[in-house]
Protein backbone atom coordinates (compact mmCIF):
# COMPACT_ATOMS: atom_id res chain seq x y z
CA UNK A 1 0.00 0.00 0.00
CA UNK A 2 1.10 3.87 -0.53
CA UNK A 3 2.46 5.03 2.48
CA UNK A 4 2.08 8.91 2.68
CA UNK A 5 4.40 11.11 5.52
CA UNK A 6 2.03 13.57 6.68
CA UNK A 7 1.83 16.00 9.37
CA UNK A 8 -1.93 18.05 8.85
CA UNK A 9 -0.27 21.21 10.30
CA UNK A 10 1.34 21.67 6.64
CA UNK A 11 -1.17 22.67 3.70
CA UNK A 12 0.33 20.88 1.15
CA UNK A 13 0.21 17.05 3.69
CA UNK A 14 -3.33 18.28 3.60
CA UNK A 15 -4.13 19.09 -0.01
CA UNK A 16 -2.28 15.55 -0.57
CA UNK A 17 -4.32 14.55 2.29
CA UNK A 18 -7.42 14.94 1.16
CA UNK A 19 -7.26 14.25 -2.59
CA UNK A 20 -6.28 10.59 -1.64
CA UNK A 21 -9.08 10.33 0.61
CA UNK A 22 -11.84 12.04 -1.49
CA UNK A 23 -10.98 10.12 -4.57
CA UNK A 24 -10.90 6.60 -2.67
CA UNK A 25 -6.72 6.10 -3.37
CA UNK A 26 -5.92 3.49 -0.22
CA UNK A 27 -2.97 4.71 1.96
CA UNK A 28 -1.20 4.31 4.90
CA UNK A 29 -0.69 7.45 7.11
CA UNK A 30 2.68 7.84 8.67
CA UNK A 31 2.62 10.93 10.91
CA UNK A 32 5.77 13.16 10.69
CA UNK A 33 5.57 15.34 13.71
CA UNK A 34 6.88 18.97 12.64
CA UNK A 35 6.38 20.62 15.96
CA UNK A 36 8.83 18.02 17.44
CA UNK A 37 11.21 18.50 14.56
CA UNK A 38 10.71 14.82 13.56
CA UNK A 39 11.47 16.13 9.87
CA UNK A 40 15.18 16.48 10.66
CA UNK A 41 15.94 12.96 12.61
CA UNK A 42 17.75 10.06 10.90
CA UNK A 43 15.40 8.14 10.53
CA UNK A 44 12.97 9.89 8.15
CA UNK A 45 16.10 11.56 6.51
CA UNK A 46 16.54 8.03 5.17
CA UNK A 47 13.15 8.39 3.86
CA UNK A 48 14.12 11.73 2.24
CA UNK A 49 17.14 13.94 1.84
CA UNK A 50 15.07 17.19 1.86
CA UNK A 51 13.42 16.69 5.17
CA UNK A 52 10.23 18.21 4.02
CA UNK A 53 6.60 16.53 4.54
CA UNK A 54 4.91 14.91 2.29
CA UNK A 55 6.72 12.32 1.39
CA UNK A 56 5.18 9.48 -1.09
CA UNK A 57 6.54 6.38 -0.95
CA UNK A 58 5.02 4.03 -3.57
CA UNK A 59 6.37 0.39 -2.85
CA UNK A 60 10.58 1.38 -3.39
CA UNK A 61 9.26 4.38 -5.32
CA UNK A 62 9.98 7.77 -3.24
CA UNK A 63 8.27 10.88 -4.31
CA UNK A 64 8.46 14.47 -2.34
CA UNK A 65 6.76 17.80 -3.24
CA UNK A 66 3.10 18.40 -3.15
CA UNK A 67 2.26 18.96 -6.67
CA UNK A 68 4.16 16.16 -8.14
CA UNK A 69 3.05 13.31 -5.55
CA UNK A 70 -1.00 14.69 -6.30
CA UNK A 71 -0.31 14.47 -10.37
CA UNK A 72 1.59 11.22 -10.02
CA UNK A 73 -1.67 10.12 -8.24
CA UNK A 74 -3.92 10.85 -10.69
CA UNK A 75 -2.19 9.93 -13.44
CA UNK A 76 -1.37 6.26 -11.63
CA UNK A 77 -5.15 6.10 -10.72
CA UNK A 78 -6.31 7.61 -13.86
CA UNK A 79 -8.67 4.90 -14.77
CA UNK A 80 -10.53 5.69 -11.06
CA UNK A 81 -10.33 9.12 -10.57
CA UNK A 82 -12.64 11.80 -12.51
CA UNK A 83 -11.38 14.05 -15.28
CA UNK A 84 -12.05 17.01 -13.90
CA UNK A 85 -9.71 16.89 -10.81
CA UNK A 86 -6.53 16.90 -13.72
CA UNK A 87 -8.02 17.41 -17.03
CA UNK A 88 -7.24 15.60 -20.42
CA UNK A 89 -8.12 18.59 -22.13
CA UNK A 90 -4.95 20.44 -22.64
CA UNK A 91 -6.12 23.99 -22.20
CA UNK A 92 -8.20 23.01 -18.75
CA UNK A 93 -5.50 21.34 -17.74
CA UNK A 94 -3.17 24.44 -18.52
CA UNK A 95 -5.36 26.44 -16.53
CA UNK A 96 -4.69 23.82 -13.41
CA UNK A 97 -0.67 24.17 -14.13
CA UNK A 98 -1.39 27.73 -13.95
CA UNK A 99 -2.25 28.46 -10.86
CA UNK A 100 -0.03 25.68 -9.69
CA UNK A 101 2.86 27.27 -10.52
CA UNK A 102 1.72 30.91 -9.34
CA UNK A 103 1.08 30.05 -6.30
CA UNK A 104 4.17 28.75 -4.74
CA UNK A 105 5.58 32.33 -4.12
CA UNK A 106 1.96 33.99 -3.91
CA UNK A 107 -0.98 32.68 -2.18
CA UNK A 108 1.27 30.02 -0.24
CA UNK A 109 4.18 32.33 0.66
CA UNK A 110 2.58 35.03 1.68
CA UNK A 111 -0.17 32.60 4.00
CA UNK A 112 2.41 31.07 5.49
CA UNK A 113 4.40 33.86 6.54
CA UNK A 114 1.23 35.15 8.15
CA UNK A 115 0.85 31.98 9.87
CA UNK A 116 4.45 31.90 11.01
CA UNK A 117 4.26 35.33 12.44
CA UNK A 118 0.92 35.03 13.89
CA UNK A 119 1.34 31.31 15.45
CA UNK A 120 5.43 30.65 15.47
CA UNK A 121 7.27 33.82 15.78
CA UNK A 122 6.29 34.65 19.36
CA UNK A 123 6.76 31.22 20.62
CA UNK A 124 10.56 30.97 18.92
CA UNK A 125 11.98 34.43 19.30
CA UNK A 126 10.47 35.04 22.36
CA UNK A 127 8.78 38.26 21.89
CA UNK A 128 5.05 40.10 19.88
CA UNK A 129 5.47 40.06 16.32
CA UNK A 130 6.78 43.58 15.02
CA UNK A 131 3.62 45.51 14.10
CA UNK A 132 4.93 46.89 10.79
CA UNK A 133 6.17 43.35 9.57
CA UNK A 134 2.33 41.96 10.07
CA UNK A 135 0.78 44.74 8.22
CA UNK A 136 3.21 43.92 5.65
CA UNK A 137 2.47 40.54 5.91
CA UNK A 138 -1.05 40.65 5.26
CA UNK A 139 -1.40 43.43 2.80
CA UNK A 140 0.87 40.86 0.67
CA UNK A 141 -1.95 38.05 1.45
CA UNK A 142 -4.72 40.03 0.83
CA UNK A 143 -3.16 41.10 -2.90
CA UNK A 144 -2.82 37.40 -3.27
CA UNK A 145 -6.03 36.78 -2.61
CA UNK A 146 -7.39 39.63 -4.80
CA UNK A 147 -5.80 37.87 -7.80
CA UNK A 148 -7.31 34.46 -6.92
CA UNK A 149 -10.90 36.30 -7.30
CA UNK A 150 -10.02 38.61 -10.39
CA UNK A 151 -7.44 36.55 -12.10
CA UNK A 152 -8.27 32.75 -11.44
CA UNK A 153 -11.84 32.50 -10.14
CA UNK A 154 -13.40 34.98 -12.12
CA UNK A 155 -17.43 34.55 -11.86
CA UNK A 156 -17.05 30.84 -12.01
CA UNK A 157 -17.70 28.31 -9.43
CA UNK A 158 -14.10 27.23 -9.43
CA UNK A 159 -10.79 27.71 -10.47
CA UNK A 160 -11.27 25.99 -14.23
CA UNK A 161 -15.13 25.88 -14.48
CA UNK A 162 -17.94 23.85 -12.97
CA UNK A 163 -16.07 21.41 -11.05
CA UNK A 164 -13.44 21.19 -8.71
CA UNK A 165 -9.83 20.57 -9.49
CA UNK A 166 -6.35 20.54 -8.07
CA UNK A 167 -5.94 24.09 -8.16
CA UNK A 168 -8.67 24.61 -5.83
CA UNK A 169 -7.47 21.61 -3.57
CA UNK A 170 -4.15 23.73 -3.06
CA UNK A 171 -5.80 26.84 -3.25
CA UNK A 172 -8.12 26.44 0.19
CA UNK A 173 -5.30 24.60 2.33
CA UNK A 174 -3.16 27.52 1.88
CA UNK A 175 -6.13 30.03 2.51
CA UNK A 176 -7.07 28.20 5.37
CA UNK A 177 -3.46 28.21 7.24
CA UNK A 178 -4.24 31.86 8.06
CA UNK A 179 -7.85 31.33 8.88
CA UNK A 180 -5.77 28.82 11.66
CA UNK A 181 -3.80 31.03 13.34
CA UNK A 182 -6.80 33.79 13.46
CA UNK A 183 -7.44 35.90 10.72
CA UNK A 184 -10.56 35.77 9.02
CA UNK A 185 -9.26 36.04 5.91
CA UNK A 186 -12.71 35.47 4.43
CA UNK A 187 -14.50 38.37 5.69
CA UNK A 188 -15.54 41.22 3.67
CA UNK A 189 -15.27 38.48 0.54
CA UNK A 190 -18.51 36.83 -0.06
CA UNK A 191 -17.16 35.23 -3.21
CA UNK A 192 -14.50 33.60 -1.78
CA UNK A 193 -16.64 32.65 1.20
CA UNK A 194 -19.09 31.14 -1.30
CA UNK A 195 -16.18 29.17 -3.17
CA UNK A 196 -15.16 27.81 0.20
CA UNK A 197 -18.22 26.21 0.62
CA UNK A 198 -18.16 25.37 -2.86
CA UNK A 199 -14.98 23.49 -2.02
CA UNK A 200 -15.80 21.86 1.07
CA UNK A 201 -19.14 20.34 -0.59
CA UNK A 202 -17.22 19.16 -3.45
CA UNK A 203 -14.63 16.71 -1.07
CA UNK A 204 -16.93 16.25 1.46
CA UNK A 205 -17.58 18.69 4.87
CA UNK A 206 -16.84 15.90 7.07
CA UNK A 207 -13.22 15.49 5.00
CA UNK A 208 -12.70 19.18 5.06
CA UNK A 209 -12.65 19.06 8.67
CA UNK A 210 -10.62 16.26 9.39
CA UNK A 211 -8.16 17.70 7.31
CA UNK A 212 -7.85 21.07 9.20
CA UNK A 213 -8.61 19.80 13.04
CA UNK A 214 -5.38 20.18 13.73
CA UNK A 215 -4.48 23.60 12.48
CA UNK A 216 -7.86 24.69 13.74
CA UNK A 217 -6.44 24.20 16.98
CA UNK A 218 -2.81 25.78 16.55
CA UNK A 219 -3.46 27.85 19.94
CA UNK A 220 -2.30 24.51 21.64
CA UNK A 221 0.97 25.12 19.14
CA UNK A 222 3.07 27.19 21.54
CA UNK A 223 2.78 24.31 24.63
CA UNK A 224 4.24 21.68 22.01
CA UNK A 225 6.86 24.09 20.90
CA UNK A 226 8.33 25.20 24.17
CA UNK A 227 9.52 21.26 24.72
CA UNK A 228 10.80 20.92 21.51
CA UNK A 229 14.58 20.30 21.63
CA UNK A 230 15.03 22.01 18.07
CA UNK A 231 13.26 25.79 19.41
CA UNK A 232 16.72 26.65 19.46
CA UNK A 233 17.65 25.60 15.74
CA UNK A 234 14.73 27.18 14.57
CA UNK A 235 15.65 31.09 16.39
CA UNK A 236 18.25 31.78 13.73
CA UNK A 237 16.20 30.70 10.64
CA UNK A 238 13.48 32.92 12.27
CA UNK A 239 15.82 35.61 12.55
CA UNK A 240 16.73 34.91 8.70
CA UNK A 241 13.06 34.94 7.43
CA UNK A 242 12.30 37.84 9.14
CA UNK A 243 14.87 40.23 9.35
Not at 58 to 73: H, N, R, T
Not at 78 to 106: G, K, M, T
Not at 122 to 137: C, H, R, S
Request: aromatic fraction near 10%.
Amino acid sequence: MMELYLDLHSQPCRSVFMFAKAVGIPFEFKLVDLTSGQQYGEEFGKISILKKVPVMKDGSFILAESVAILKYMVQKHSSSVADHWYPADLQQRARVNEYLCWQHVNLRAHGSKVFLLRAMFPVIMDMEVPKEKMDAAVEDLNQSLNLLEEKFLQSKPFIIGDKISLADLVAIVEIMQPVGAGLDVFEGRPKLTAWRERVKKAVGEKLFDEAHDVVMKVSSLPERMQNSKHLEMLKPRFRKLFS
